[in-house]
Structure formats: C-alpha cells, structure tokens
C-alpha cells in the first residue's frame, strides 16, 4: 500500500470521527441542562462528562470501523481501481506474474488520481441534532420553575428567600487542610461529611437557591459557628478538634435540615518494639564487651529522626545499690512512619563490672505539632554475672543467688502507675482505662504469688518469675531453708528440723510434662535442684511476719481494684503500703517451725448421722434485685418502645454529654437525637434512637446463678433426707 492510499484512508478516519462528535456533543449538551434543571449545577457538570466521553469514544469506535475491508470496498466503487483493490494488499510472494502486473497497473494509476475517500457530511442529520438540542435546551432552561427549583447557573443572581419559597442548598464545597507535620495535601470535596486528622482546618463555601436572611452552622454540643455571606457564597470557617455533627440552619429554614458528620482521627502517639535482644532480662556471659541493641518506632504520621536512649547502670547489692545514668542520642533509618535505632554499647565504657546490671530504655518523639508525643520501651536489662557466681559449682546455689534480682515488681507497678497519671491528659479515656486495667493485671499476678508464700492457692494461669519486692536477700524463707545444709543459725532443734523437712522432699524432676517457664522459681529448681511446696514454705514464717505479708496482700488487693477500675491514683496509696510491708519483711529475721499437720476439732459421736440439724443455718442466699445504672434513661428507652410517647430528648442530650467518653460511638446516638427531634412523629426514628439507647446502657453486674434443679433422682434423694427423723 503505497503513501497515498494511506493518507487518503487516514482522512477518511479522521473525517468519520468528526461527523460523529458533531452529532453527539449537541446531545450531550441537551441531556446536561436536563440534569441542570433537575438535580443542580454539581449533577449537571457531571453529567456532560459523562456524555462527552462517551461520545468520544463512540467516535473513536466508529472511525475505526473504516478498517481494511471498508477501504478495499470504497476503492472498488471507483473505475480506476478495476476491481482490483485487493491486490493492493495481498503479500507479494502468493502472486502470479499477471496479478503483479495488474497490480502495478492499479497502483500506477491511483497514485496518478486518487479517488475521495472521506465520508460526505451528512447535513440533515447534523441540523436535526443542532435544533432538537436547542429545543430541548430551551424548554429545560425556560420551563416555569416551582419555587423549590434553583437557579441554573452558578454566576446567577439567586433571589431572596421568602417563606414561601425557603432556601435549598445548592452546591458545596469543604476545603480540609490538614496539619503541616501529618504530609496530607489540602483536598476539596463537594460533600459535607467527612473524616479529618485532628486539628484540620475546614472551611465551607455553600450556595443557596434562594439568600437567606442569616446562615449558620449548628453543632450538635450547642456550638454555632455563623456563615459570612461573601457575595453569592456563604463561608465558614473551624478547627476539627473533636468529632462533631452538624446542620446546615438558614432564616428562613431550610426544607431539607439533614445532619452531616465530621469524624476526627486522632493523632496517636508512637509505639516503640525492641528487636534485639529478644527478651528483657538477659544474662552476661563471661568477658563479654560489647551489648548490641535493636528498637523499632512506628507512628501514624512520622517519627523524629533522633532518638534518646537512657543507659542506667546499677551497680552494688542489697541495700547499698548505686545507679549512674547515660543518655545518648542516636539516628534512625528507614522511613518516617517506621524507624530503626541501633546502638551497641560499650561495656567498658560504660564502667559496667561483673554483678552490675545495665538497664536501657529508648524514648522517642513524633512529628505532632505543637507539643510532639513521645512513647518510651519497656527497659531491657543486662546482668554480668558476679565472680561467686561464675565460680559456683552447684547449679542449685546460683539460681538461689539470681532468684532475688527479679523481686523489683511492686516498685515497677508503682512507677508505671505514676508515668500513666502524667499521660492521662495525652491519652484517650478509653486507652487510659485499658493501660491502668493492663498494671491491674500485673499487680494481680504479683499479690498471686506472694500468697504462695502463705500456702494459699493459685487462681490458675501462667506464674510470674518470682518479684523481689518480698524476699530478696538471704532472710527468704527459701534461702534460709536452703542455708540450714551448711550454718547453724538457730540452733539444734532448728537445724534437725530443717534437715528432717529437707529429707521428705522430692527431687526429681516435673511429671506433667510441661516446659519450664524461664525465671520461675519452681522451674528452675526442679530441673536443677530440688523444689518444696508452698505450704510447707508458709510453716517457715512467724507469725509477725505472716501478718506483716498478709498485710502487704491486702493492700494489693485494694490496690488492683482500683487499677482494674481506672483509678490509678486512688491505688497509689495502697501500693505504697504494700511496698512498705514487704520491707518489713525484707528485714524480718529467720524463724524456724516444725511442721505439723493441722488440728481440726474433734468429730462429735454422738452426732453423726443423727440427723440432727438445729445448728444449722439456712444455706438460701437472699436475692435481690439490682438497680439499673442510669434508670433515667431506662425509662426513655422504655418510652420509646411506644411511637406516640414523647421521651425526655433535652435529659437524654446531657446523659449524652457527661458519658460520651465510655461510648464507642457517641456521634451516632446523637444523630439518632436529633433526628428524632426534627421528626417527633417518625416510628423508624423512635426504633432507631431505642437501638442506639440500648448499646449505650451499662450491664448490670452479673450475679449468683441460681442452682439447677434436681432430678428425679436428686428430688428423691432429697425428699428421703427430710423424711429422716
């Protein structure tokens, strides 16, 4: 195919997708000012989009159906072609000799007179779609307008509003520029819902069909921002720090009063993992130099490239324990949202000796303007083995020596409660609850297993490697159990004892097939060792120290209930005294008893099986009955159940305001309100604000279940029992 024939053919192309848009963009135009007349500027401009791209790509579409074939035809249809166009395109090699002939001779003669290709404009047709767009457009744009019709155009003049033709929102236009630190382009929407970071700034621009006398914003917590007419716009301007709902209110009103809701994302504070090393205690080895260290920071928006990290290094024993702290500032990898801080600290450096311990911590910052959140590690410890302990040969002795370094619990749930009641203003109220319930369950598991040492029972679960706050020199009652093999501390009596006690007890090794848990006592020692139960530990307490210990239970008691509550400033003052008593105990000094079985009273003879039950106290417990939390409110969820009932919205609006920061999602049982108050008459909204009510009310507690009833043959059982004389 020779240079002319193709420019011929791509003229008819472009001729054939010309005629076609020509036709369609009058159409277009006409389905456009419909949807003006009908839905508004915003549906119109969308759909003459629409329409133009469709009409471009059905020009395309049909500009391409004037393929090889088309063309073969058309120049068929012309004498000079001699109804030989196709060989034109047919390859050279399935010729014979006369059809190269006769198709030199055709190209010869087109390229001397190329007949037209393109498609003839079709007049008629383009004159119709013209006039029948133009009447359409005419008859949209002209048709006399209700008075709840808008203005067709955006540069219109829109008349003032009267009661009688109200204002009706146009158009919209919400402008959301985020804070600086979070990276978040500006961004315009047409709708008034939306999800923001904190601390945007949203400005509104509405239009109205008709202008209204006064224009506001009216929050749903009573806040009124007022709009600022600016020509044919009306603009508002406010900071997105809380989650809010809102109405659009006009004077006069307007028709269509819906809610639109602002959901605030806040900015949460970073969170720090430590990668390496992979525990919290790590034990030295020997000659060891060098402590390589690993933290990971994560933040919503971006962490700070500089991080602090805090060395402290505790060195000495007992109760002359020194700590000298470092700070050294280190720079992360990786990107904003995911840092990494490596260090590898110097022992020698340092001034870290054996027995020491090297405890580090990383503090690190997000990008949160103004006042950047920081989040700290949990603390990784290094213990460099003393000389005694490297020297000892008995396994058993140097896990007596190591146990105590762990007794610091009590302290530890005192200083995290202190650092939570600083972050409570940072901290949402729910994550507050859950991290002061989080040292509740810890001081739980620790008062768990200081009642081991008064022979009390475990309530089940994993056990904690045991604290140090308790027992944690040589004064324990283990240690000094264990001590009676070599010294001779309270006499003959006391060592035969112990020695008698040691002899009873079983050595060897777990039989439940359990793995031991790393830095439990039991564990530990009956792998090694040799274990003793905890109520033959108990015998070993006086009772000055029993009650000091079952003191220090108590005040954890008290103090976890207030943890678990939320009130971690109502549980320093217990845990305070906890930690008061357990150095008493600390301090307290050996004393060794036998031990022996308990003694239970003597069985009365003459009683059993008499029947005899006057001393008997009923073992019925009284029931009673509960009082609903918040029974106000249960009483507006009962009126709603009938849709004619008119319920105490105004007191259910400020239940709302006092306990918005324990609901999941208060922003919903408000828009249910407030729809209920536009709209008393609606049985949907009633149905909608009861289901709302009922995930919002708080459980009563659960009480005792009563027993289940016997069966026939518990019935007769029972029934023979009271027929006994």
Known sequence: MNAAIQHAWQRARRRQWWITTLLAVPVALAISAVAWRLAGFNAATVVLLLTLLVSAGVATWRARGLDRQWLVRRLNDHPVAQDSADLLFAPPAALNPLQKRQRTHVAAALQARMPELRPRWPRRWLLASVITSLVVMALALGWPRGHNAAP???????????????????????????????????????????????????????????????????????????????????????????????????????????????????DRPPVVRVIAPDRSLVLGTPGQRQWPLQFEATDDYGVVATAQLKVTLAQGSGENITFREQTFNLAGTGPATQRRFARTLDLAALGATEGNDVIAQLTVRDTHTPGAQSAQSSSVILRLPSAAEIQGTDMEGMVKKTLPAYFRSQRQIIIDAEALIKQRRQLPAEEFVKRADAIGVDQRILRLRYGQFLGEESEGGAKPPPTSDALPTSDTPAAAHDDDHDHDHDGDHARTQAQAGHDDHDHGAPTDGSAPVFGSATDVLAEYGHTHDHAEAATLLDPKTRATLKAALDQMWSSEGELRQGQPERALPYAYKALGFIKEVQQA???????????????????????????????????????????????????????????????LTHWLRRNEARLPDPLSLAGAIETLRITPDCADCHQALRAQLWRALLRPLPQVARRNAPDAMGQRYLDALEATP
Do not use: N
């Not at 914003?217 to 989650?243: C, E, K, N, V």
């Open 152 to 266: 067709l155009f955006p540069g219109a003049a829109a008349p003032p509003a009267t009661p009688a033709q109200p204002p009706q929102l146009r158009s919209a236009r919400l402008e959301i520029t985020a804070p600086a630190y979070t990276g978040q382009a500006a961004r315009v929407q047409s709708t008034l819902d939306g999800k923001v970071p904190q601390d945007s700034r949203l400005h509104w621009s509405l239009r109205f069909s008709a202008q209204p006398q006064a224009a506001a914003l009216q929050f749903h917590d009573g806040q009124r921002i007022a709009l600022q007419r600016d020509g044919d716009q009306w603009t508002a301007q406010w900071t997105a720090t809380r989650p809010a709902l809102y109405r659009v209110v006009t004077e006069p009103a307007l028709r269509d009063t819906r809610l639109y809701r602002l959901d605030v994302v806040p």
């Open 589 to 651: 000094e050996r004393i060794y008893l036998a031990r022996v079985g308990p003694e239970l009273p003597p069985i009365d003879e003459s009683r059993r099986m008499s029947g005899d039950r006057a001393d008997l106290a009923s073992r019925t417990l009284p029931l009673r009955a509960l009082e609903a939390p918040d029974q106000a409110i249960v009483q507006v969820w009962q009126q709603l159940a009938d849709p004619a009932s008119a319920p105490d919205l105004d007191a």
